[in-house]
C-alpha cells in the first residue's frame, strides 16, 4: 500500500474531520511512527477512537497499522525525510521543501499539487496568479469582485462578503460564485488563501516567543476546528439570527468577556442580545422566556447548579439553548446545539467569529 497516496486521496475524499486528520499526518508524516497513539491523538486534538476510525477510512486495519504503513514507507525510501517541524508546528513549508518531501515520500508532480492545494498551500502568489490570468474568462460581475481583491488584496483577504460584495459593487451571492471559479472551496477558503498571498514571505526575523505563540494557536484553532460540527455551528447561527432576543448567560468569570463580545458583536449587526452573568438573575430571566428566544450558554468550565437549573427552566419554557463550551449532560440535553470548545480563549473566540459568519451567509 502507498500509505502517502492514500493520505493525499483522503484530503478530499474523506469526511471534514477526517480529511484534516489526512492532512495533519501528510504535514508531520516524519514524526509519525516516533509518537504514540496518545501522542497523536492529543497533537492531532481528537480522540484515539477518532484514529481508529480514520486509518480504516483510508485501508489501514487500525491505528497500528497505519503507523506500521508509515515507517515501512520510510525505510523503503532509503533515507529519512528532511527535519521536520514538530507535530502541530506552524512552519511555513516551501516549495522547494515540499518538492523534497514529495521525492522522498516517492509521490509525482501531479500528486505534489494536489496535495499543496488541499492545504491552501501554494505559492504565495499562485491564487492571486489565478485570479489575474482568468480575469477575462470569469463574467462581468464576478470580474468586478477580481478587479477589487487585485486592487487591494489585505482588503479583501480580511472582509466579511458582505464588505467584499459592497466594495465590489455586486451581491453576496456572487462573491460565493466567485470563490468557487477561482478555485476555492468557499468565501472562507478564498480569504485563507488571500491572507496567504499578502503575508510577509519571510518569518525569519520573528522573535522566538512570537514563534511560539503563533504555533500554540494555530495547534489551538486547528484542534478547536476538528472538534465543532459545522452542522451545529450552522443550526446555532440560524437559531440565533431568527431570534425575536438573544440571551446571553456567563456560567463563569472566565467566560464573562466571551459573552459580552457576543453580546457587542449581535449589538451592532443589529440583533437583540442581553448578557447575565449573575446566577440569582439567571433564574428570573429564564422564567420569562419562551418560544422564539434563544438562550446562549457560555459555559467553558463546570457549571454550578443554580445556572444548570435556570437553563432548564428556559428549555421547559420553549427557549431554544446553545451551550458555547464543555459537554455536559447535566448542562445540555440532545435538543441543545451543542459547541464544544476546547480552547476556553481561543476556542470561544473562534466559535463567536464562526457564529456571526455563519449568521453572514444565512
Not at 451571492?173 to 478555485?183: D, E, L, M, Q, V
Not at 440560524?238 to 431570534?243: D, E, N, P
Not at 429564564?286 to 447548579?305: D, K, P, R
Request: with cysteine; hydrophobic share 45%.
Amino acid at each position: 500500500m502507498d500509505i502517502v497516496y492514500q493520505l493525499v486521496h483522503g484530503v478530499s475524499g474523506l469526511p471534514a474531520q477526517e480529511s484534516r486528520l489526512a492532512r495533519f499526518f501528510l504535514d508531520n508524516f516524519a514524526q509519525i511512527p516516533e509518537a504514540t497513539i496518545e501522542e497523536l491523538a492529543a497533537k492531532a486534538g481528537v480522540s484515539p477512537a477518532t484514529l481508529q476510525h480514520f486509518s480504516r477510512s483510508i485501508g489501514c486495519s487500525d491505528i497500528n497499522d497505519f503507523i506500521g504503513q508509515v515507517r515501512r514507507q520510510q525505510q523503503a525510501n532509503n533515507r529519512s525525510l528532511p527535519a521536520a517541524p514538530m507535530l502541530g508546528d506552524a512552519a511555513w513549508v516551501d516549495s522547494s521543501t515540499l518538492q523534497k518531501l514529495a521525492k522522498n515520500a516517492g509521490v509525482g508532480s501531479e500528486i505534489l499539487e494536489r496535495f499543496s492545494h488541499s492545504l491552501g498551500r501554494e505559492n504565495s502568489d499562485d491564487i492571486l496568479g489565478q485570479i489575474r490570468q482568468r480575469l477575462h474568462d470569469f463574467s462581468q460581475q464576478e470580474s468586478r469582485v477580481a478587479q477589487t481583491i487585485l486592487d487591494d488584496v489585505s482588503f479583501a483577504a480580511s472582509a466579511t462578503i458582505d464588505q467584499l460584495a459592497t466594495a465590489a459593487g455586486v451581491s453576496p451571492a456572487t462573491i460565493t460564485r466567485f470563490a468557487r471559479a477561482a478555485g476555492c472551496d468557499d468565501i472562507r477558503d478564498l480569504r485563507m488563501k488571500l491572507a496567504q498571498a499578502s503575508a510577509p514571505q519571510s518569518g525569519g526575523d520573528m522573535p522566538g516567543p512570537w514563534r511560539e505563540t503563533l504555533n500554540h494557536l494555530q495547534q489551538s484553532l486547528n484542534s478547536q476546528l476538528c472538534a465543532l460540527s459545522p452542522a451545529a455551528v450552522t443550526q446555532a447561527a440560524s437559531l440565533i439570527k431568527q431570534a425575536k432576543a438573544v440571551h446571553i448567560f456567563s456560567a463563569n468569570t472566565a467566560d464573562t468577556p466571551f459573552a459580552s463580545l457576543l453580546q457587542y458583536t449581535l449589538l451592532t449587526q443589529g440583533y437583540p442580545a442581553n448578557v447575565c452573568q449573575d446566577p440569582a438573575l439567571m433564574g428570573i430571566t429564564a422564567s420569562m422566556l419562551g418560544a422564539g428566544q434563544v438562550l446562549v450558554v457560555f459555559a467553558a468550565t463546570t457549571a454550578s447548579s443554580t445556572v444548570i437549573a435556570a437553563v432548564h427552566q428556559a428549555r421547559w419554557a420553549g427557549a431554544e439553548i446553545v451551550v458555547i463550551g464543555k459537554a455536559d449532560g447535566a448542562l445540555s440535553q440532545p435538543q441543545d446545539v451543542c459547541l464544544p470548545v476546547n480552547d476556553p480563549r481561543y476556542g470561544s473566540l473562534l466559535v463567536i467569529d464562526l457564529l456571526c459568519e455563519g449568521m453572514e451567509r444565512e
